[in-house]
């Protein structure tokens, strides 16, 4: 799209996403803070799926659901006026959340922190320049693979880095990241100072942002490790 979607992210004071699991936690982890998180809902013929809605919103730490209408008119709404078996199942579940057990589940912290998946747009940029079918690829086959194998995660673009304490993760992931910044570069170094995992699959930061070859790979201590086999992170 030519959009740097985690810099835009931070800009919005509302954010309306799909529902995705994969979107879901890259908007968290990027969106600013204060801005009101919405889970986009359209699907209102599956009565079981739309019941679900407002705790999967609620899970994933989402403010609220924002309903449309996939074809235009009412969200939920028949064709005479009347709600949708699927908006009552759905307003149903949101009344129940309302009480006690859905603000603690709001305010409770995820303990899914300690592991940084790093995404970078230059690198989906040069990706699609070399042909590849999924951009982002390699990203979302290390989340999936965290998710498998039970571990939880946050994504942090490459930029952001910089503003994240090495005491704050433990592990650090990089998916196919052969360009990175300086800046970037140097905060990767300081979590591998600072004794952290440092996961790799392949050599990452080869070249700077603007595809400028370095002289020698920044980050040798990096454990190469693919997305396959992450059932056996320790």
């Known amino acids: 799209s030519g959009l740097d979607w985690p810099a835009l992210a931070a800009q919005l004071d509302y954010l309306s996403v ?27 013929e599956d009565v079981e799926r739309a019941s679900w809605a407002p705790w999967y919103a609620a899970m994933r ?10 074809f235009g008119g009412l969200p939920g709404m028949s064709a005479i006026g009347l709600p949708e078996e699927g908006l009552e ?3 149903g579940s949101m009344g129940r959340l309302q009480g006690g057990f ?11 922190e300690s592991i940084v998946v ?3 747009q230059v690198n989906r940029y040069l990706r699609h320049w070399n042909g590849a079918e999924d951009v982002d690829g390699p990203l979302l086959a290390y989340t999936d693979a965290l998710r498998k194998a ?33 800046r970037a570069v140097e905060a990767i170094r300081s979590f591998e100072n600072a004794s952290k995992l440092v996961i790799a699959d392949g050599a ?12 020698v790979a920044p980050f040798a201590s990096a454990r ?11």
């Open 18 to 44: 799909p529902n995705d699991a994969r979107v879901s936690d890259a908007v968290r982890s990027q969106y600013r803070s204060g801005a009101m998180r919405l889970l986009r809902w359209q699907d209102f």
């Open 61 to 70: 730490g989402l403010d609220g659901i924002y309903a449309t209408a996939e």
């Open 89 to 91: 199942a759905l307003s």
């Open 102 to 112: 859905g603000r603690l589940m709001h305010s409770v912290r995820r303990v899914d």
């Open 118 to 120: 790093v995404s970078s």
């Open 150 to 182: 039970g571990y939880g995660y946050r994504i942090v673009s490459d930029e952001a880095l910089v503003g994240i304490e090495a005491s704050d993760a433990a592990v650090l992931i990089l998916p196919d990241l052969k360009a990175l910044s300086d």
């Open 204 to 215: 990452a930061g080869l070249t700077d942002e603007h595809g400028i070859p370095r002289s």
């Open 224 to 234: 190469l490790l693919r997305a396959d086999e992450m059932g056996a992170l320790e």
